[in-house]
Structure formats: structure tokens, C-alpha cells
């Protein structure tokens, strides 16, 4: 299944599992809040975080600190979000290979955007590490809207007034996601999960140029 360019009028982004792997820095980082915060004497790793990466900010709470109550997995969680943002810009996580160039190919022939469960703050870190801040038209997370990642995804839509669009992820959350809304959903294999019921799939970022029929 393809998409042509001229059937289009944006591309949508996720971010962890789709264009970086931040998990090992994140880890580190979450890790250096929750000694300095608490008495848990927990040390994350990246697997734990590439379990939950992708779910609203306070299902990565719930999931982490199951052991705290709600209010203090919150407060806890809310500075670990925060530190991290701080953390990243000054430990830089690499992209997966050619996202950069693709985001600079592409942008040049259709507008791209960026939907995330992600923190605020985490998406602006990355194309600020990157340069990236030029090609992308527009970005929207869970930390700005406090909503499920569908509708978050609805409102960046009824923004920037997108039909013909598809959104580019790496989990069946992701896919569920496109599946509320109503968009094609194009799976990013190298990521975090598994979607064996998606329709159009990329091994690698180049390969998307190929499966939209792009210059």
C-alpha cells in the first residue's frame, strides 16, 4: 500500500521508537532524580523505560512507582519529567539513522509534525539538539494538552486543518491511535513494539521517501 505525495498534506511523527532511542540517557536521568527525591533506592534501566515509553505520563508513573500513592507517584514523577529535559540537552541522544536527512528531504515537499505522549519540553530538546526546529511546521504532546494521545492527535489535526495525512509510529498503541482517528498509520519497524496488522511499513527512514512515492 503507498501513499502518494500529492494525496497528502502532512506527515505526522511520533517520537521515542521512531526517531531517537533516548531511553539509556533517560534512564540515567530518572534514576539521579529518584535517589536525590526519595528513599525507594530504585535504579531504572532503559528496558524498564522502553516497557513504558509511548504511554500518557501518568501510566509511566503508575507503572514505575507502583509502590507510592497516587500524589506521590505524581509529584515524583513530575520532577524526574522535568530533570530529564535538562539531562538530554546536555547528554544529546543520536537520531536513528537518516532521520535528519529525511526530515530535511521531505519538509521540503510536505509539511511534518510531531504528536507525542512525551513531556513538555522533550520534543523541543530534540530538534534543538538536532536543528531541526526549521523543518517541522508544528509539534503537540501529552504534556501540553493532558489528553489521550488520539485526541491530541485531533486537535494538532483541527489546527493546522489536516485531512490527508499519515502518522508515522513504532507501537499498536500508535496504530490504535491512527485507527481512532481515522488516518493510515505506517509502521517504523526498528522501534519499541510489535504491529503485525499495519498496512504500510518502513525498515528503515529512508525507506519512507520510497513508500510515498517522494522525490
Not at 509511566?60 to 529535559?85: D, N, S, V, Y
Not at 536513528?96 to 530538546?125: K, L, M, T
Not at 489521550?148 to 495525512?165: G, R, V
Amino acid at each position: 500500500m503507498k501513499r502518494k505525495i500529492e494525496q497528502l498534506d502532512g506527515i505526522i511523527f511520533d517520537v521515542d521508537g521512531t526517531l531517537w532511542d533516548a531511553t539509556v540517557e533517560a534512564a540515567a536521568s530518572w534514576s539521579n532524580t529518584i535517589s536525590q527525591s526519595s528513599d525507594l533506592g530504585l535504579k531504572l534501566s532503559n528496558d524498564d523505560l522502553k516497557k513504558v515509553f509511548g504511554k500518557p505520563m501518568d501510566q509511566i508513573c503508575h507503572a514505575l512507582f507502583p509502590m507510592l500513592t497516587r500524589e506521590q507517584r505524581l509529584e515524583l514523577g513530575e520532577k524526574c519529567f522535568e530533570e530529564e529535559i535538562d539531562w538530554l540537552r546536555q547528554h544529546p541522544v543520536s537520531l536513528y539513522p537518516h532521520v535528519a536527512d529525511v526530515f530535511r528531504s521531505v519538509s521540503r515537499q510536505i509539511p511534518i509534525f510531531i504528536v507525542s505522549n512525551c513531556q513538555s519540553g522533550y520534543i523541543e530538546v530534540l530538534l534543538e539538539t538536532h536543528r531541526l526546529e526549521d523543518y517541522v511546521t508544528g509539534h503537540l504532546c501529552f504534556g501540553d494538552t493532558g489528553l489521550e494521545k488520539w485526541q491530541t492527535l485531533q486537535k494538532i489535526m483541527n489546527q493546522y486543518e489536516l485531512e490527508d495525512i499519515v502518522y508515522v509510529g513504532d507501537t499498536q498503541g500508535d496504530y490504535d491511535t491512527c485507527a481512532k482517528v481515522g488516518i493510515p498509520f505506517v509502521y517504523a519497524s526498528w522501534g519499541y513494539g510489535k504491529v503485525p496488522d499495519a498496512s504500510m511499513r518502513i525498515d528503515d527512514m529512508c525507506d519512507l521517501q520510497s513508500i510515498l512515492e517522494l522525490e
